[in-house]
């Protein structure tokens, strides 16, 4: 066996026994070629294993995923005719590779460093839903090196769940199936964080035809996010300067709203229903309006006069009605824990399905209604804005 089939055979069995860390391709053969070296690691996409190939340009990054058999191919063409030079890192071994002027290859075998151990139990920690980094670069949530950003690593943690429960969703529910293509509006966008890996998540990792617009109301974050959006060549991804409340929405699927400012939140949902979006998905942030509203007495009255219980209350009562508005108008609709609280405060999330079973709309009705005498809530922006 020559040394160039004895390394093929160590990725094939480092595939094989799932201790392919990682391969790195470089020294391309073609003077000033475009791609200066290709890192290949493997994924998990669908639940089957995948190699993700990253290929570093000298101003960005592209990924691209292929399956273990495609992958293989194309890393035995590359290592044949497009780079001289190869690493494969195992969880055992490190095995430097050079193609020498005959075509023949030359390798040596090191042990594995502690280093890409590290970044192989990292990656997987991270074996995330998102296929693409440039844009996470940019951002500033990861440096050069694909590393998190040292004070990144919470918005990173709740990037990757954002997505994770868009994932779990889609999976359980039919709502947002064979809609091409799914138009998707982010309302408050902010730095589009989570605006980004939305849209990679859908159409990178999903291969889904989208169209995903992000309203914010500062300029100078739509202008940051447009160019970025620009170089990651995102042609469905576009941001808009203007408010929740004058945005007109034409037929959309998809709505989120993510830490969108006390009552920017109950505009974004009533956007959605108005709009008959298929899904509403949003993570409240303060929630002032009900707090200003509410007049307690009795035993509630206890428990409001602690100003930080009283914050939690009207919380509490805020998103409660959130949710019983959204089935009255015919959505099923739940509250949970979006990321730990070690993470961030505003880690609750309402997800709205639109349902075509029968709502008994009185029912409802008479629950926010009796939520609203415990608590004297006076008034439900919200629910004004339905009336
Ligand atoms: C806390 S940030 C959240 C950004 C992003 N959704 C995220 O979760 O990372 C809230 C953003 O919503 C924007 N915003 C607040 N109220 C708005 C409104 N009524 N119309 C448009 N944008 C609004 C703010 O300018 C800010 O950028």
Redesign the pocket.
Known sequence: MDQFEALIKEIYTSVREDSFAKLTLSKPSEVGAKIKKVIIRMIMIKEKRHFSFVSRYSTKDITKNFNVEDGTDKIIQMMQSDYEIANLFTNEQHIAAERLEDGSFKLKRMEQSTDVKNSRSHDKEKQSLLSRQDYLKALGILNKKGHIQKDKGDKYKQINKFVEIIDGILRKNKALDGIDPLRIV??????????FALYDYLKNTKSKNISLKG????LD?VELCTKIAKEAEFDQLSFEQ????EMALDKIDALI?????DT?TD?AIYKGIKANASLIIC?P?CHKQVRRSMKTSGTIASITQFGILMERQAELVTDTIRALLLQKHGYKSNVFEFISTEHTGKNIMITAIKDDGVVDTTKIQKEIDDLKALFGVEEHYLETLLA
């Open positions: 982010d309302m408050g966008s902010g730095k589009g964080y989570l605006t309203i914010e109301m500062r974050l203007g408010t929740i409340q709203a993510l830490h969108a400012c920017a505009d993570s942030c």
